[in-house]
């Protein structure tokens, strides 16, 4: 059995998870170097992955997805939660909407696997692991979405009206830039992997107002701690 309860994948807003000490760490893996910390939460060791590094300086295109996975194997941590601040592609789901996502439409293009070597199809079928899901929907508050589409798109610009459009017509609900993508490579690598996210923006052609980023980082960190609160009751039945 691994050592550690879970790893929680996190943007902005790491600060009010309520972490004990943590200590970074970078894990050698065969895609690269991997860097984490490991940390007490509530008394149980998790370990913590900021999706864009130190300072947010990593855009969700060059994330090393493929090594972030790689290294939760490696450490043998089996089980993994992710936050990320999403666009709402819905009228009716406005910014400060939790959602626990049930599948996901990868648009981004990126075509990353683990599997660049050999035939190796994985099944897709639950692209969110469902009892880490369902852990997750037990300790959300009652009005949180339970069910959602997420679209991941490339970035890092922000979406187009008519991009929205036909994310909408394919029946996305949120829209992201790495979740999809996370979700694939975790699968691939035989960790299980669920994700909580937040709206922080009507996006483009849903809302009348010009998406800016500086107003996503405040909607998220306003949101932050329903997601951290969320996140520890979850780990705690683990």
Known sequence: ???????????????????GHAEDIAVPTRFGDAKLAHADLDGSP?????RHGAGHRVPP???????????????????????AAVGSLRDDWPAQTIAVPH??????????????????????????DEDLRTRLLD?????????????????????????????????????GMTAGTEAIVMRETGIRYALICAVTNLA???????????????????????IAATLRAAISTL
């Open 1 to 19: 059995m691994s050592e550690w309860k879970a790893a929680i994948i996190v943007g902005t807003g790491a600060s009010a998870l309520g972490l």
């Open 139 to 175: 300790a959300c508050p009652s009005e949180a979405k339970r069910e959602a589409v997420y679209v991941n798109a490339n970035g890092p610009r922000f979406e187009s009206p008519a991009e929205v459009r036909m994310m909408r017509l394919l029946g996305g609900d949120v829209v």
């Open 204 to 226: 483009s052609g849903v809302g009348t107002a010009p998406v800016d980023h500086s107003q996503v980082y405040q909607q998220m960190k306003q949101s932050m701690g329903v």
């Open 46 to 50: 998790v370990l913590l992955l900021a």
């Open 103 to 128: 599948d996901l439409l990868d648009l981004s293009g990126r075509n990353l696997t683990v599997h660049e070597d050999e035939v190796v199809h994985t099944d897709f079928t639950h692209p969110f």
């Open 61 to 83: 295109h060059r994330i090393n997805y493929r090594a972030n996975a790689e290294a939760l194997r490696v450490l043998g941590c089996e089980r993994c939660f992710a936050t």
